[in-house]
């Protein structure tokens, strides 16, 4: 039987360790989860922008009610755990229920601290702590005009900030002559107060509240100098206090929190705590990252794995309020020993204060450009020595010289600078994605906004925004399938295919348990590849999983009209062919005729139901200009007329376009020859790029001119045409037979290494062994266009099912 | 309510979809796996591409444009994307495998 660990607070804190829990060993405890608020665990944290109105109380949450059920969570809700028996090892519920437990863990979070005032508990005071709180604010916000905010900190400005987006007066009472004492120095919160005030905000410092009047509502309070303030509403936002009342019942040692020691175990054995509730060597945490540092000590020991224990955390603040920067962490005010580095620009707005101590970075208050915050954080974590560059610390990132980091200059991008120009997604929303929606990892950005869902260009920048917003530690790595149907990689599903000899995609998918029974766009066309490249006899094409352009042998355009490209071999032509060429663009009035970049003739803007008949009228093989395949061999003139030739360029260029043309690839595959290295046909930035020497060729890979220029890389020199073919052919089948679908042979040797192919194309026994592979897999093409005209099943699914002019009532 | 006929059931391969044109008006018919018809209109709310051309999974279809992602149920657009595609009855004679198009009075044009 599975051991029962029980968790007393349905929070941030607590839920995170069980999440971090079921990663390490998902199927060791039956785990039940307690909490006294209705709601599944939210993040708390949010709720200042839910207030603040940008974001909605459903965006916050975190694990979704069938979280709980996925992980075979028992769940209870609305209720609250009244006692621990640590002798019997079980707990009382308020509903009368007892609950054994082998394992137990007290996340029970903090309340906020109410001041002791008389008329304290009248209607209208609040603190701000929960969804209720939010909503109490949200209500009251639609009747009345006039709120207080108790407490300059942190939450206070952050709820100040949200009381104004709901259009109420707010006015912050703040016991201290300047706010946010405990993260920033007199010079920073002067410059926050300005700007709070500019956007609104009126403050009253250095007041202690004495009591809080009102006949049965709050309508204001008064002071110990004597001053009055009216109120309609009072938020209390004055800190926070461990909830500590059951613990402290059951015999758990107190201090200011539950005491813990490294391995956040109580005095009690198998009683664990951890989260807002927990004292750790005399600290009790309010921020959310050292909470989870701390489950992670309490999953791993759960788990049964090494640990070295939990040793306090040194905590950042970032001020979550639209238009204000804010960041602090560490020690901000100069203490004996220290010095600092400062940077004020009252015209910028910008305050930068670095504090340093036995040349290591103990602290840092930003104002205003919060960019060097990720780098001067981790300097204060790690304790790296400055020793002699303290300046650049603070002036070297931004004052020019050193290189700046992804997330630094991601940093300076403004909100709505566009990341993907693909799908037009900003900077803006994909820190919105991560902020409202959980996202922490490329992958759910590009499900949540698009982002990097088309051409992956910015993928490497969607990184760099998630590193800024989350810090790199912050950011998930996870194991990327070939789609969101799968988390299997490439491999995995090549080597199963190959395993367990499946011949179609539904058995595919249905053997390594898709996510959805029959694909999506991504992995329909990519197994319909690879099931194509292993089983070339027995695999039928699946038309019905190809992209429309490969399915109907044309290019789609943005109008759904097509374009048609004949085959031109090697960029050649004749006279007799260019006549026929004019002759249908003439027949079928093609809107436009157009030279291609890869040396032929595209007919574009055809109407679906004339591609057979055009294609009939041209009787020229299909340029394939659509596919992924082998699109063009681009050539020079070569010695055949050029002064500078070395070698017959076009001849080489032909014979190569006829051996490999309608072979499938992982993607589009271009080649080129150049008759002499002055390199006219542009050879090295194709897929395979051929330059004539005097007395031979170089054979260059993996160039591209396309979506990311790379200059291709030298694979070898060749004496003979015969080499040239057989190198060509070797090396495509090798590209086919380790391509990633849609991976074109640029990014594909980024990846493997060209010492990779240079081992696997270098003895000539393995070339033969590819070539007499890919010459299998030519044997079985056919020129697609021929096929359809001659196929009255194929060509009927260019015509509309039925076509009505004009309508007629029956 | 307009009912036209626009063929049989057999003409539409699993997966796949045809044209059928009315007037102005274009609308696709997909069939499912296992043989279940759909008709939505013909015209990704994205930029108009034709989700005719779409590759079709379970209910859904891919438009060949952009990838959106469209339920072949309701015409809605799934997350991230948002929109609907206006969605058509058909009504197909299990005997003999017609299958009508059914046109709500005022969407066709009649010349």
Redesign the interface.
């Known amino acids: 039987m599975k051991k029962k660990l029980v968790l007393v607070g349905n929070g941030m804190a607590g839920v995170n360790c069980i999440e971090q829990l079921l990663k390490l060993a998902p199927n060791l405890y039956d785990i039940t989860i307690i909490g006294s608020e209705p709601h599944p665990n939210y993040n708390r944290i949010l709720l200042s922008s839910v207030l603040a109105g940008d974001a909605d109380m459903k965006d916050i949450v975190i694990n979704e009610w069938s979280w709980y059920e996925e992980n075979r969570i028992t769940l209870h809700t609305g209720r609250t755990v009244t006692s621990i028996d640590s002798d019997r090892k079980q707990i009382g519920i308020d509903n009368g229920l007892k609950l054994p437990y082998d394992e137990l863990i007290i996340a029970t979070g903090s309340s906020a601290f109410i001041l002791p005032v008389p008329g304290a508990d009248k209607p209208g005071v609040i603190a701000f702590r929960d969804i209720k709180d939010c909503e109490t604010m949200m209500e009251t916000a639609k009747i009345y005009r006039k709120a207080v905010v108790i407490g300059g900190g942190l939450l206070g400005l952050e709820a100040a900030r949200g009381l104004l987006n709901l259009n109420m007066e707010v006015t912050v009472v703040h016991k201290h002559p300047y706010i946010m004492e405990r993260q920033l120095d007199q010079t920073a919160s002067t410059m926050l107060r300005s700007e709070l005030e500019q956007q609104g905000m009126k403050f009253l410092l250095s007041k202690n509240t004495e009591r809080i009047y009102g006949k049965k509502r709050v309508a204001g309070l008064r002071f110990t100098d004597g001053t009055e303030e009216e109120a309609d509403l009072i938020v209390m936002a004055v800190g926070i206090r461990p909830n500590v009342a059951l613990a402290r019942q059951a015999g758990i040692t107190i201090n200011q929190g539950i005491v813990v020691n490294d391995f956040l175990e109580t005095n009690l054995p198998n009683v664990y705590a951890v989260g807002e509730c927990v004292e750790h060597r005399g600290v009790a945490y309010g921020l959310v990252a050292p909470l989870y540092e701390q489950g992670a000590v309490i999953a791993k020991r759960l788990a049964g794995l090494e640990t070295d224990g939990y040793h306090g955390s040194v905590v950042s603040t970032k001020l979550k309020v639209s238009g204000v920067d804010v960041f602090s962490a560490g020690v901000y005010n100069d203490r004996p020993g220290s010095r600092s580095v400062r940077v004020q620009d009252d015209f910028g707005g910008v305050y930068k204060k670095v504090v340093i101590s036995d040349g290591k970075v103990i602290g840092a208050v930003l104002f205003g450009d919060i960019s060097d915050s990720s780098s001067l954080f981790k300097m204060i974590r790690t304790g790296e020595d400055v020793t002699g560059r303290e300046k650049e610390v603070l002036l070297g990132a931004s004052g020019g010289g050193a290189q700046k980091s992804g997330a630094a200059l991601v940093a300076g991008m403004p909100d709505d600078e566009i990341v993907c120009g693909c799908n037009g997604v900003s900077k803006g929303a994909i820190v919105n994605a991560v902020n409202e929606k959980g996202c922490s990892s490329v992958n759910e950005i590009k499900a949540c906004t698009k982002a990097g869902g088309s051409c992956g260009g910015c993928k490497p920048l969607v990184g760099d925004v998630l590193t800024y917003v989350l810090g790199a530690d912050g950011v998930k790595t996870v194991k990327e399938g070939i789609c969101g149907c799968t988390t299997l990689g490439r491999d995995e599903v090549v080597e199963a295919i190959k395993n367990m000899h499946l011949t179609a995609s539904k058995e595919v998918m249905n053997v390594l348990g898709w996510s959805n029974t029959e694909g999506c766009s991504k992995c329909r066309p990519a197994l319909n590849y690879y099931l194509g490249l292993l089983w070339p006899d027995e695999h039928e094409d699946e038309r019905e999983s190809r992209f429309v352009n490969e399915r109907n042998h044309a290019n789609i355009q943005k109008d759904g009209t097509y374009s048609v490209v004949p085959r031109m071999y090697g960029g050649v032509t004749t006279p007799a062919d260019l006549q026929k060429i004019a002759n249908v663009a003439l027949k079928y009035e093609v809107p436009l005729v157009k030279m291609t970049g890869g040396q032929r003739i595209d007919l574009l803007g055809v109407k679906k139901e004339d591609l057979p008949k055009m294609w009939a009228d041209l009787d020229m093989p299909s340029g394939y200009a659509y596919g992924k395949t082998l699109r063009t061999v681009k050539t020079c003139v070569g010695e055949t007329f050029c002064r500078f030739g070395t070698q017959d360029a076009m001849g080489m260029g032909i014979k190569m376009e006829k051996k490999f043309e309608r072979l499938a690839t992982p993607a589009k595959f271009k080649m080129a020859v150049s008759g002499c290295p002055r390199n006219c046909a542009e050879a090295t930035i194709k897929d395979f790029g051929v330059v004539a020497i005097d007395g031979g060729w170089e054979l260059h890979i993996s160039g591209n001119g396309g979506t990311k220029l790379r200059g291709s890389d030298l694979l070898t020199k060749v004496k003979t045409e015969d080499e040239v073919m057989e190198w060509c052919g070797a090396f495509i089948q090798y590209y086919r037979e380790t391509g990633k679908y849609n991976e074109r042979t640029s990014e594909w040797l980024e990846r493997i290494g060209l010492d990779t192919v240079k081992d696997a194309l270098k003895n000539q026994e393995d070339r033969l062994a590819l070539v007499s592979r890919v010459e299998h897999s030519l044997s079985l093409t056919k020129d697609p266009w021929k096929e359809i005209i001659e196929q009255d099943e194929l060509k009927k699914t260019f015509s509309p099912m039925s076509e009505e002019i004009s309508m007629s009532a029956r | 309510m307009?009912?036209?006929?626009?063929?049989k059931e057999t003409?539409?391969?699993?997966?796949?979809a045809?044209?059928?044109?009315?007037?102005e008006l274009e609308i696709a018919?997909f069939k499912l796996?296992g043989g279940e018809l759909k008709a939505i209109e013909n015209r990704c709310p994205h930029?108009?591409?034709?989700l005719s051309?779409?590759?079709?999974?379970?209910h859904h279809v891919?438009c060949?444009?952009?990838?959106w992602?469209i339920s072949l149920q309701n015409g809605l657009v799934q997350a991230?994307?948002e929109g609907c595609v206006t969605t058509y009855q058909l009504e197909i004679d299990g005997q003999s495998g017609d299958v009508w198009l059914h046109?709500p009075q005022g969407q066709?044009?009649?010349?």
Do not use: M
Not at chain 2, 11 to 16: P, V
């Open positions: 307009n009912r036209i006929h626009i063929g003409d539409i391969a699993e997966k796949r045809r044209v059928v044109r009315v007037g018919v796996t930029k108009g591409g034709k051309e779409g590759i079709v999974c379970d891919f060949p444009l952009h990838d992602k991230p994307d046109l066709t044009i009649a010349s």
